[in-house]
């Protein structure tokens, strides 16, 4: 069921992830979450795979949790208490995999991307996005106060600014999300595949290996007070800058030559 859910291209070490279920809005279903773990653990150990783009089919990039399936949990003789904590759970597991995978996900949004589908575009490394998409955590307009969503925006964000949109519901526009640093490149709607696209095969022209070592370093730094900060940086530049293709790369830098 989930092989339908999510289609796989790739090229030139540029694996493209495309949720394709535009019928519910790309919903992160229990499904859709399953579908999103398979494939991102797959290409997690691919070593042909340098960057991943998460793209989508149909109007919205994704609307989060399916509601329709939260609500069925409510017949549970506990009022679905543990049913909602296994989907939260599962997805907290799904953003992680995110920032746990050696290489660059780039988050190629197209149209609105609201609650749990925000958070999955701001969980992304990267996000560019078309000049008609939207952004929202707007659970709150429901009852319901996107607590999880808030992990991913909050650190896009400014806390005031995410309160502000956690709080009220209302939609970040594309340009207004570029400007605050949500979205990293704005493209016309027609011309969003290829920005991506350019962006994604800028990265993987670079040394794989030095990306993967970056993206650790990025990650485990995130949050740390400064001297741990430091620490962890410091540790994983001696890694990067003790492998042969960095001290040729570096060589090369010295006397002015093509890197061999």
Not at 118 to 144: P, Y
Not at 163 to 183: D, Y
Not at 220 to 236: C, E, T
Request: charged content about 20%; proline content about 5%.
């Amino acid at each position: 069921m989930t092989d339908s859910l999510i289609r796989r291209h790739d090229k030139d070490g540029i694996t493209t992830l495309t949720l394709s279920s535009p019928q519910t809005l790309n919903a992160l279903s229990t499904p859709m979450l399953m579908a999103l773990a398979e494939s991102f653990a797959a290409c997690a150990i691919d070593d042909r795979v340098r960057v991943v783009i998460l793209a989508a089919e149909g109007k919205a990039f994704s609307a989060g949790h399916d509601l329709k399936e939260m609500q069925s949990f409510r017949s549970a003789p506990d009022g679905g208490e543990a049913q909602f904590h296994a989907l939260f759970d599962h997805c907290a597991d799904v953003m992680q995999q995110i920032a746990a995978m050696p290489q660059p996900v780039i988050a190629q949004v197209q149209g609105v991307a609201t609650a749990a589908g925000c958070q999955l575009a701001c969980t992304c490394d990267l996000i560019v996005a078309s000049e008609t998409a939207r952004f929202g955590v707007n659970g709150i307009n429901l009852g319901l106060f996107c607590a999880t969503p808030a992990v991913a925006l909050t650190r896009r964000l400014a806390p005031g600014a995410a309160f502000e949109l956690l709080t009220t519901g209302e939609f970040l526009s594309a340009e207004r999300a570029h400007a605050m640093g949500v979205v990293n490149r704005l493209a016309p709607p027609d011309h969003l595949a290829e920005e991506t696209h350019r962006l994604a095969a800028t990265i993987a022209a670079k040394d794989p290996a030095a990306i993967r070592l970056g993206k650790r370093a990025f990650q485990a730094q995130l949050g740390k007070p400064l001297r741990d900060a430091y620490a962890v940086a410091g540790s994983i530049m001696v890694e990067n800058v003790m492998l042969p293709d960095t001290a040729e790369g570096i060589q090369a830098f010295i006397e002015r030559r093509p890197k061999a």
